[in-house]
Structure formats: structure tokens, C-alpha cells
């Protein structure tokens, strides 16, 4: 079956800690992104790419880096100037523009 | 500019009674509107979507939506709930292109539904 599967589900960080959430597609998506959700406030966006190789920056990009070196993968750093990460991060792919966005299951961040 | 609002942050119904979730969208253009679901600790699932064709749109699970553009709602509905309903339920509205630091989509703050027995 096609989808996104996200890994690990769930990961602890260590202050002054980098950690990489992992996020790959086989649905042949060109678009994926990344939201964080934290309760009551529905889903940010991080950073989008619509293509490999170029990425842009959400509106919550600040603490995170991207990259995106191959179409069916784009993981996700938070790094440790990111002071508050503990949330749920979606991981979600399309094949363009207005099309609907595909949903990982999630990895949830905690601080230890 | 475009935006959506989600009425309610929770919804509380009986097992067996209508469902009804209201989602009012702001938008200069006829906008591309859809509905997820997201059950605790997993991804969004898309329940249906709205792309100018039919008003009424059916989904998944017996969910559906009308478009009204005078009302600029897209309110979901279920003739019945269930219990296996109960989640978070997110209206979002698509734009015509990226819009910069916002991407694609916009979505709302959610709303939360109950289920009782």
C-alpha cells in the first residue's frame, strides 16, 4: 500500500540535544511538508518542499532545519535553539498545489 | 486573504443523533475546501473535499458537506453518529497557489467531538 510513514513515534530529547524526525513517501508525491501540532491551536507549518532539492520556510520555521536530497524523503531536525519542541509532528505529502495533503501518523517529541 | 473558522472546539453528541460541525472560510476566489479527521496520536485522514463541483459533497463514513457560498460556510454533517466518531475534525481551505510562510492549506484550530453512549 501507498503512504507516509513517519519514524520513530515517539522520541525524547536531551537539552542542548539535535534530533531527527524521519519522513518517507511512496505515493510519487512532488509536495511535502511538515506541521507541528500542539493542543488547541490546530496544525503550523514548519517548512513545505514542492520539489526536490528547494524547500521554503513555514510560518513556525525558527529551531528547524529540512532538507530534501531525494523526492520520496524529507526529514526534519530540531535542533537545540528550538526552546520549546515537545508537541505532535505530522509529516504530509501532495501532489501539488491545491491537491489534498496525504498524513503520516506522527511523531510525538518529548524533553527529557 | 484567505482564512476558515471553526465555530465550535467541542461538539458533544448522543450515539445515534446528528452530527453537525460548522466551518465558516473566508475567500477572494471560489476556494478548494476539505474535512480530515484525526483519531488520538495519528495522522489527519481526509473525509472529503470540495473542488467546485457539486454543492453537496459526500465523503467517507457517511459524512457530508454542503457549499454554500452566499452563507461562506461548508458545514459537515452525519445523519447518525457513532462512537467510532469520536475525534478531531479539521475544516481547511486549499489556495490557488503557495501562499509563502503558509503553504497550500489553511486550516482551522479544529473541532473536537464527543460521542456518548
Known amino acids: 500500500d501507498g503512504g507516509i510513514t513517519q519514524s520513530p513515534k515517539y522520541l525524547f530529547r536531551k537539552e542542548g540535544q539535535n534530533v531527527t524526525l524521519s519522513c518517507e513517501q511512496n505515493?510519487?508525491?512532488?509536495?511535502m511538508y511538515w506541521y507541528r501540532q500542539d493542543p488547541g491551536q490546530g496544525l503550523r507549518l514548519i517548512y513545505y518542499?514542492?520539489?526536490?532539492?528547494?524547500?521554503q520556510k513555514g510560518d513556525i520555521a525558527e529551531g528547524y532545519s529540512v532538507s530534501r536530497e531525494k523526492k520520496e524523503s524529507f526529514p526534519l531536525t530540531v535542533t537545540s535553539a528550538q526552546k520549546n519542541p515537545t508537541a505532535f509532528y505530522l509529516c504530509?505529502?501532495?501532489?501539488?498545489?491545491?491537491?489534498?495533503?496525504?498524513f503520516g501518523d506522527g511523531t510525538r517529541l518529548s524533553i527529557l | 486573504a484567505q482564512s476558515v473558522t471553526q465555530l465550535d472546539s467541542h461538539v458533544s453528541v448522543s450515539e445515534g443523533t446528528p452530527v453537525l460541525l460548522r466551518c465558516n472560510y473566508s475567500?477572494?476566489?471560489?476556494?478548494?475546501l476539505f474535512w480530515y479527521v484525526q483519531h488520538p496520536n495519528k495522522g489527519l485522514q481526509l473525509l472529503l473535499k470540495?473542488?467546485?463541483?457539486?454543492?453537496l459533497v459526500k465523503g467517507i463514513n457517511g459524512f457530508e458537506a454542503e457549499f454554500k457560498k452566499s452563507e461562506t460556510s461548508f458545514h459537515l454533517t452525519k445523519p447518525s453518529a457513532h462512537m467510532s466518531d469520536a475525534a478531531e475534525y479539521f475544516c481547511?481551505?486549499?489556495?490557488?497557489?503557495?501562499?509563502?510562510?503558509?503553504?497550500?492549506?489553511?486550516f482551522g484550530k479544529g473541532t473536537k467531538l464527543s460521542v456518548k453512549p
Open positions: 481547511v481551505v486549499g489556495r490557488r497557489n503557495y501562499g509563502g510562510s503558509q503553504g497550500n492549506l489553511i
Open positions: 518542499s514542492q520539489i526536490v532539492n528547494d524547500f
Open positions: 505515493l510519487n508525491h512532488d509536495a
Open positions: 470540495y473542488t467546485s463541483a457539486a454543492t
Open positions: 475567500s477572494s476566489y471560489s476556494p478548494s
Open positions: 504530509a505529502s501532495s501532489r501539488s498545489g491545491n491537491q489534498p495533503q496525504h
